[in-house]
C-alpha cells in the first residue's frame, strides 16, 4: 500500500468519534434532566409504552464507568465481532488461493474479444454482486489497482477504473439485502427476524445498480471518444499501469473453489431466513466452505490456518468498531440518556406525518454518517435510539432499519470521512473535488430513489413489524 493511501487510511480514523461520543456522553450525563420510559415485552419483542415518560433519579457516569464502558462494549457485542473476524479470515483463503484473482482474471482476458464498454460493464457487474450480495466493500482493495490498469489500457482514466471497482462494490454494500454489517447488527438490536425485509431491499438495490452503471457508463463513453473530457485529464496516471499475471488461470480447483463460495452464501441465506440462524451458524458455515476450498487447492493446515489468522487481523480493526460502538450505547444507558434524547427527538417530530418521521430518520443518519463512517458502528450507536423512536412516532422497525441503512449506506460515496473512499480515491489519483463533480449529480438521484422507497415503506407498513 502506497505512502498516500495509508495516510488516507489513517486520516479519518473510525475510532475517534466514538470515544469522543463515550467522553461527551459521561459529561451529558451528570447534566441532562433524568426520565425514562415504561416498556413491556409481547411475543419476545419489547417495546415503549408512549405515554409512560416519568422523572427517574439522575445516574451519572463515573470516570470508572467511563473506561469500563469499553470491555462491557466488547463483551456485549462478542459474537458478531468473532463472526467478522472468522469470515475476513476464510475471505484471505479464497485471496490467498487465487479464487477470486482467477475469476477476474478471466473476465479481463475477455477483453481481447468483446468491446472494452461490454469488457467494463461485465466487470462492474462483477464488482456490483462481491458488494451487493457478499457485503464486500474493503475486502476488494487488493483487486481494484489491477481494474485500473485495465481500465487505462483500455483507453479510459482512472477514475473509471475506480468506478466500475471500488465504487461499484462500495455503493452495492450500502444497501445490500443480506448485509451483515448494517442490516444484521440493526436486526439484531432491533429484534427483528435476521435479514427480514429483503423482498423490499432487493428492489432498492436493482435500482442502484441500475442508475450506477448507466451514469458510469455514460461517463466511460465519453471519456473514451474525447480524453480532455476527463476529470482527471491533469493527473499523471501512467504509474498506475501494472502487468496482469498471465498465467493465473481459472482452473478446476478455483472454479470449484467459486462454487464452494456460492453454496456457502446460498446455505447460510437460507438458514438465516428459514432456520433462524444467527452470527454463529454464518461463521460456521463459512468455516465450513474454507476447509473444502482448502482441500481442493491443497492447502496445508498450517498454512490454512496462518490464512485465517492474517485474515483475522485484518478484520480485527472492523470488528472491533462494533465493540467500542456498544459502549457508546452502554454510557448512554448508564447514564440515562436514551430514554430523553428519545423524549426529544418525539417532541420535535411530534404532529409530523410517517413518511415525514422516516425521512428525518434517514437525514439524521446522513449526517451522523459523516462522524461515524463504520456501517456495523454507527448501527451499534444509533438504532438503541432510532428502534424506540420508530415505536413512538408508529413507523414500524422495519422501516426505521432502512432510514438508517439509506442514512449511513449511500453516503459512503459523499462523505470524506469514510476510509475506505479514501483509498479508492488515492489508489486511482482521483481528486477529491473531481470525485465530487463526478458523484454529484449521481447523489441527487439516488436522494430521489431513497425518498421513494421510504414512502413505499411507510404505506405499506414495512414489517413484519
Given at each position: ?6 495516510k ?16 461527551l ?11 425514562a ?11 415503549v ?22 470491555p ?21 483463503i479464497?485471496k ?5 484473482g ?14 472494452s464498454?461490454?469488457i467494463i ?6 464488482f456490483f454482486i462481491l ?5 464486500w466493500?474493503?475486502h476488494i482493495?487488493?483487486?481494484?489497482p ?7 489500457s483500455l ?20 444497501v ?6 448494517t442490516?444484521?447488527?440493526?436486526h439484531t438490536?432491533?429484534e ?11 428492489p432498492a438495490l436493482f ?17 473514451k471518444a474525447?480524453?480532455?473530457?476527463s ?5 499523471d ?14 482452473d478446476?480447483p478455483k472454479?470449484v473453489?467459486?462454487l464452494?463460495l456460492?453454496v456457502?452464501?446460498?446455505v447460510?441465506?437460507y ?5 433462524k440462524?444467527s ?11 474454507a ?12 498454512d490454512?490456518?496462518n ?5 483475522c ?10 465493540g ?9 444507558t448508564?447514564g440515562?440518556?436514551v ?30 454518517n459523516?462522524l ?7 448501527a ?7 428502534v ?16 438508517f441503512?439509506f ?9 470524506f470521512?469514510?476510509?475506505t ?5 488515492s ?8 470525485w ?12 430521489v430513489m431513497q425518498?421513494?422507497?421510504?414512502y ?9 413489524f
Amino acid at each position: 500500500m502506497s505512502k498516500d493511501t495509508k495516510k488516507a487510511s489513517r486520516t479519518m480514523n473510525p475510532f475517534i468519534p466514538l470515544v469522543i461520543m463515550v467522553i461527551l456522553c459521561t459529561i451529558v450525563s451528570y447534566f441532562v434532566k433524568p426520565g425514562a420510559y415504561d416498556r413491556e415485552t409481547v411475543d419476545g419483542v419489547t417495546r415503549v409504552l408512549a405515554d409512560s415518560y416519568h422523572a427517574v433519579d439522575r445516574t451519572p457516569v463515573s470516570i470508572f464507568q467511563m473506561f469500563r464502558s469499553i470491555p462491557e462494549g466488547m463483551t456485549a457485542t462478542a459474537n458478531m465481532m468473532f463472526c467478522i473476524m472468522i469470515i475476513g479470515g476464510v475471505v484471505e483463503i479464497y485471496k490467498r488461493t487465487d479464487t477470486v484473482g482467477a475469476a477476474i482474471n478471466s473476465v479481463l482476458k475477455a477483453s481481447e474479444k468483446l468491446s472494452s464498454q461490454v469488457i467494463i460493464a461485465i466487470v462492474m457487474i462483477v464488482f456490483f454482486i462481491l458488494g451487493g450480495i457478499l457485503g464486500w466493500s474493503e475486502h476488494i482493495i487488493p483487486f481494484v489497482p489491477i481494474i485500473i490498469s485495465l481500465a487505462l489500457s483500455l483507453g479510459y482514466d482512472s477514475l473509471v477504473g475506480m468506478a466500475i471497482s471500488g465504487f461499484a462494490c462500495l455503493i452495492s454494500f450500502a444497501v445490500a439485502p443480506f448485509n451483515m454489517f448494517t442490516v444484521g447488527v440493526s436486526h439484531t438490536i432491533a429484534e427483528l427476524p435476521m435479514f427480514s425485509g429483503w423482498e423490499l431491499r432487493f428492489p432498492a438495490l436493482f435500482c442502484v445498480w441500475i442508475l450506477s452503471l448507466v451514469w458510469t457508463m455514460r461517463y466511460a463513453k465519453k471519456v473514451k471518444a474525447d480524453p480532455s473530457k476527463s476529470l482527471v485529464k491533469n493527473i499523471d496516471t501512467s504509474s498506475l499501469r501494472i502487468p496482469v499475471d498471465p498465467n493465473l488461470k481459472f482452473d478446476a480447483p478455483k472454479k470449484v473453489s467459486a462454487l464452494v463460495l456460492l453454496v456457502t452464501i446460498l446455505v447460510t441465506i437460507y438458514g438465516i431466513l428459514n432456520l433462524k440462524w444467527s452470527y454463529t451458524e454464518m461463521a460456521t458455515v463459512f468455516l465450513m466452505g474454507a476447509l473444502i476450498v482448502c482441500v481442493v487447492n491443497r492447502v496445508g493446515m498450517s498454512d490454512g490456518i496462518n490464512m485465517i489468522l492474517d485474515g483475522c487481523r485484518g478484520a480485527f480493526a472492523g470488528a472491533l468498531i462494533i465493540g467500542i460502538a456498544r459502549s457508546v450505547q452502554w454510557t448512554m444507558t448508564t447514564g440515562g440518556l436514551v430514554d430523553p434524547l428519545v423524549h426529544s427527538l418525539s417532541g420535535l417530530m411530534n404532529g409530523a406525518s410517517a413518511y415525514v418521521s422516516a425521512v428525518g430518520m434517514f437525514i439524521v443518519n446522513f449526517f451522523i454518517n459523516a462522524l461515524i463512517p463504520s456501517g456495523s458502528g454507527q448501527a451499534t450507536a444509533v438504532m438503541p435510539i432510532m428502534v424506540p423512536l420508530a415505536d413512538m412516532l408508529h413507523i414500524t422497525r422495519q422501516t426505521a432499519v432502512m432510514a438508517f441503512q439509506f442514512g449511513d449506506g449511500i453516503s459512503n460515496t459523499f462523505w470524506f470521512t469514510n476510509g475506505t473512499l479514501l483509498i479508492y480515491l488515492s489508489l486511482a489519483k482521483v481528486p477529491l473535488k473531481s470525485w465530487y463533480k463526478f458523484i454529484l449529480p449521481l447523489q441527487g438521484m439516488f436522494l430521489v430513489m431513497q425518498l421513494v422507497f421510504l414512502y413505499i415503506a411507510v404505506a405499506i407498513g414495512y414489517g413484519p413489524f
